[in-house]
């Protein structure tokens, strides 16, 4: 099956760093990625949508000047988390879909992010 | 607007058991419909669709669901239930339109499979 990676799988730092986490599909091009946030107990939140080539659609409330996205290539998109605070802390996953071909329309999931600011 | 439900926070099930984890849905046009499931400290994990044909759609580890139209329900079973099944399940669902939209996913239903 499709595989999406993430990487790192955890980081801790402190309130003020930035963060960049990596989101890569290995054996499939993803036209669109997405970037959902999760917190204990809970159903995702989905954050932003990303296409190939052009800037991410942010969902409303999320801080695009905060949750910086870029989607370079149809294998890799990042998030970076600008400035992190506590409150940041989450578990961020995200998930890449094609639009063609053996996977298209279902979304494949990275193993996930957990972000730890202190 | 697109809407899951899945009125269980929790089930609970013993080992060999069949299970049931339910979904209902609310979508404008033709659903594409997903389950995934989730362990812990992990992110989701892929278990099967319905994009269109047969309304009984059978999935990884000897899970299958079953769309039902009428009843906008597309619920996830499993006819014994194993120890390793126990996580978090969620139900998801896509408008089949135009330009596509994102999936909406339900709040997630925790199994627990006690031996």
């Known amino acids: 099956g499709a595989v999406v990676s993430q990487h790192p799988s955890r980081v801790i730092c402190k309130s003020g760093t930035s963060v960049k986490i990596e989101c890569r599909s290995l054996?499939?091009?993803?036209?669109?990625m997405f970037w959902y946030r999760q917190f204990p107990k809970k159903s995702l939140m989905l954050m932003a949508t990303s296409n190939e080539g052009s800037k991410a659609t942010y969902e409303q409330g999320v801080e695009k000047d905060k949750f910086l996205i870029n989607h370079a290539s149809l294998t890799l998109s990042t998030l970076t988390v600008t400035s992190a605070h506590p409150e940041d802390s989450s578990f961020y996953i995200c998930s890449a879909r094609a639009d063609r071909g053996l996977y298209q329309e279902t979304q494949y999931f990275g193993p996930g992010t957990r972000l730890l600011v202190l | 607007a697109q809407s899951v439900a899945q009125p269980e926070d929790q089930v609970n099930v013993a080992e060999g058991n069949p299970l049931t984890v339910k979904c209902t849905y609310s979508v404008s046009g033709n659903p594409y419909l997903f389950w995934y499931v989730q362990y812990p400290n992990r992110g989701l994990q892929f278990l099967l669709k319905?994009?269109?044909?047969?309304?009984l759609v059978k999935g990884s580890y000897g899970f299958e669901a079953e769309f039902n139209k009428s009843q906008t329900s597309f619920h996830l079973k499993k006819p014994s239930a194993l120890v390793s099944d126990s996580a978090l399940y969620f139900c998801?669902?896509?408008?089949?339109?135009?330009?596509?939209?994102?999936?909406?996913f339900g709040p997630g239903t925790r199994l627990s499979v006690l031996p």
């Open positions: 998801a669902v896509r408008a089949h339109l135009t330009g596509g939209q994102n999936f909406v």
């Open positions: 054996d499939f091009q993803a036209t669109t």
């Open positions: 319905y994009i269109t044909g047969d309304n």
